[in-house]
C-alpha cells in the first residue's frame, strides 16, 4: 500500500505561484507514476500532470508553460510549482500514485485563485 499526504495549498492573487507536495509512505523509485489531479466544484477530476519513474512527464493543455512536476525520489517527493495561476485553477489538487497495478489517492489540498 501508499500513503499520501498532500501539502501546499491555499489562498492566492491571480498571476501568483504555489508549490503543492505529495509526499509518500514509500520509495518513489517503486512507484511507476504519480500525478497530481483537480476536482473543480460540479466538475469532474482531471489530470494536471503526471510523472513517470524515468522522468517522463505530460501534462494538460490547460497548465502547459505554468505548472512543472517533478520528484525527489530521496525525499519521496513529487511536486507540484504553479505559476501565473488562474481564477480557473481554483479547485482541489489530489496526488495520485500508481503502485502494483492499484490507484492510490492523497486526501487532497485546495487551491483557491482570487482574480
Known amino acids: 500500500q501508499v500513503q499520501l499526504v498532500e501539502s501546499g495549498g491555499g489562498l492566492v492573487q491571480a498571476g501568483g505561484s504555489l508549490r503543492l507536495s505529495c509526499t509518500a509512505s514509500?520509495?518513489?523509485?517503486?512507484?511507476?507514476?504519480i500525478g497530481w489531479y483537480r476536482q473543480a466544484p460540479g466538475k469532474q477530476r482531471e489530470l494536471v500532470a503526471a510523472?513517470?519513474?524515468?522522468?517522463?512527464?505530460n501534462y494538460a493543455d490547460s497548465v502547459k508553460g505554468r505548472f512543472t512536476i517533478s520528484r525527489d525520489n530521496a525525499k519521496n517527493t513529487v511536486y507540484l510549482q504553479m505559476i501565473s495561476l488562474k481564477p480557473e485553477d481554483t479547485a482541489v489538487y489530489y496526488c495520485?500514485?500508481?503502485?502494483?497495478?492499484?490507484?492510490?489517492w492523497g486526501q487532497g489540498t485546495q487551491v483557491a485563485v482570487s482574480s
Open positions: 495520485k500514485a500508481d503502485f502494483l497495478g492499484r490507484p492510490y
Open positions: 514509500r520509495s518513489t523509485f517503486s512507484i511507476n507514476a
Open positions: 510523472i513517470g519513474v524515468g522522468g517522463s512527464t
